[in-house]
């Protein structure tokens, strides 16, 4: 019998958020209320990013033919 380990997402907070797009918090919370960001959290809980959400919300710049 083999057993498959689920892979849970990973969710990262604000600030960890920020530090990994290199912006401020401040930032993020516009990108969140915007909707580019989605975020989430439960009851009291401070606001989450999945990790994959954050990953996704980068834009890739097209290359400039000189």
Same mark, same amino acid.
């Given at each position: 019998? $083999? $057993? $498959? /380990?689920? /892979?849970? &997402? @990973? ?5 960890? =958020? =920020?530090?990994i797009?290199? @912006?401020? $918090?401040?930032? @993020?919370?516009?990108?969140i209320?915007?909707?580019?960001? &989605? ?6 809980? &401070? ?14 710049? &097209?290359?400039?033919?000189?």
């Open positions: 019998m $083999t $057993t $498959t /380990k689920k /892979k849970l &997402p @990973v969710y990262v907070s604000l600030e960890e =958020a =920020a530090e797009l290199s @912006v401020s $918090t401040k930032t @993020v919370r516009r990108r209320s915007d909707g580019t960001i &989605p975020a989430y959290h439960c009851g009291r809980r &401070p606001i989450r990013i999945r990790l994959e959400d954050l990953e996704g919300a980068l834009r890739r710049i &097209p290359a400039i033919d000189w």
